[in-house]
């Protein structure tokens, strides 16, 4: 019985969610570097707070949203069945282990999608920053880009969401927000680990100012 | 025509209105449009080019605040607060986006979002006159530093208390004064059902008084009297401004319950009220070093830059509305 409403609950929800972070946020897109196309890419951003999947998810254009997998941290996202729920039958989301646990490689679930065809949201830092800056990234998003050539890189900035929902609130107030995609980026032959990283960063950070 | 308008009913007088504004928007976009067909085989300096496209800009505009209107209208009162509460909300939000808040103002944006701005269009939907013209002065400007006081953040207390309490005075305790005209009486003066009239007024007088000072201030380069706050703002413009809508306002006179003379008053309180409040918010917006306060760049909700249109009517709605029930015992 659960099974036959569910689908039809999921949509609901997401459309739900979309028109609730339209009237908090005006959930604005500027494509600046890029336009929105229906290419493999891997969209990276800032971390502040754990709407910006939401914000992320809701800023990109319909046609984007069904082909489009933000990856979820496993530990905060399966913590409740309706978490869990949300995640996995609105957003489709790909979940990761924030901590490398035993033998397994934390990026496995990442390479599946991106095998299987679908563009990614990952949010490089790991976990939410607290200041202005966003923290170091960390190497995932470097390994995927060596292993995925061809996927399109592109960098993303979310402005204002940690207004709308501080660590720790519950209510979200309206303020609105913006996400500001740039050029891509290309790994180059033969660069470096933390030098690509530490490009990529900058390419985001460079967005927040546009 | 005159014995004619006067044997129809009210909803019907309004009803006239409407058809005469919308038929006055079609006749401009038609000659608009016609004037850009002209365009491409004569060739115009730039300036003709930019002031055909500023003017086709402010049509559109006009087009979305009539629709509004005329919605607000048709639905009905309770419609009509819900309406302009709405705009509130909006106009409340892009306030809030270029003030700067810190995390300890979270519960104090919840309050001033989720129950301040309902609960006062609640009240004047629900015509509690005397509650609803002292709820936000009285009782929220104490309210919200309480709540900001209890989140224990002491950094630059007094300022973003002070912006959040403008915000709201404003965007809301302003802008709900539009749909209270809606619910005046006026004992003795036949006028039962025809406070649509009354928001029309309001809202024609104050735009017009704005159009006005724009459209002198393209047309003569006058180095600006107050430079430090507004590139535009210059003292002789804006009297031509307030004459044009106080004027206005006097011809008006047959569609309010005012005789020629206080019309002209009541428009010319409401025009100074609007433009002065409009200064007033460009000198915030200079503070927070922007032009206009809605997204940086071309917004895709529509929602954009709604309060640098709606704040000269913030201001002047208030004033309006008071001296009007003051004076006539409204």
Known sequence: MKRAWSPWAARALGWFLLQLVRVLTGAQARWYGCPPRAEQRIYFANH???????????????????????????????????????????????????????????LQPLEQALASGDSIILFPEGTRGDGEEPQAFKSGLYSL????????????????????MPKGEVVPVPILCSVTFGAPIQLEPGEERRAFLDRARAAVIALRDR | MNQFLRSLTPSQQVGALFLAVFGILVLASVAVFLLTLRERRTAHDESWQTGLSDFRHLLGRSWVMVIVFWIAWTSGEVMATVLFALIAFLALREFITLSPTRRGDHRSLVLAFFIVLPLQFWLVATRHFDL????????????????????????????????????????????????????LE????????????????????????????????????????????????HWD??????????????????????????????????????????????????DRGVTSWGPRDKSVTGANGLLDRMDALCFAAPIFFHSVRWYFGA
């Open chain 1, 48 to 106: 502040q707070s754990h709407a910006d999947l939401v914000m992320i998810w809701a800023a990109l254009p319909h046609e984007l949203r069904s082909i489009t997998r933000p990856v979820a941290a496993r530990d905060y996202w399966t913590k409740s069945p309706l978490r869990q729920w949300i995640t996995t039958a609105v957003f489709n989301a790909v979940y990761v282990d924030r901590e490398r646990k035993g033998e397994g490689d934390p």
């Open chain 2, 186 to 233: 006026f004992p003795g003066r036949n006028y039962e059902g025809k406070q649509a009239f009354l928001v029309f007024f309001l809202v024609t007088v104050v735009q017009t008084c704005m159009l006005v000072q724009h459209l002198v201030s393209q047309r003569r380069r006058r180095p600006p009297s107050l430079p430090g706050i507004s590139n535009s703002f």
């Open chain 2, 237 to 286: 413009n804006w009297s031509w401004g307030v004459i044009a809508g106080s004027t206005l306002g006097a011809l008006l006179s047959f569609i309010t319950p005012f005789k020629p003379l206080q019309a002209l008053v009541t428009a010319f309180v409401a025009c100074v009220a609007g433009s002065l409040g409009h200064l007033v918010m460009k000198a915030l917006k200079r």
């Open chain 1, 145 to 164: 880009a060596l292993k995925f050539p061809h996927v399109v890189l592109v960098p993303a900035w979310i402005d204002n969401i940690q207004r709308v």
């Open chain 2, 132 to 183: 609803f013209t002292v709820f936000i002065p009285v009782y929220v400007f104490l309210a919200i530093p309480v709540a900001s006081a209890l989140s224990g953040d002491p950094h630059r207390f007094l300022e973003r208390n002070a912006k959040l309490q403008w915000g709201i005075m404003v965007c809301v305790f302003g802008m709900s004064h539009v749909p209270a005209l809606l619910l």
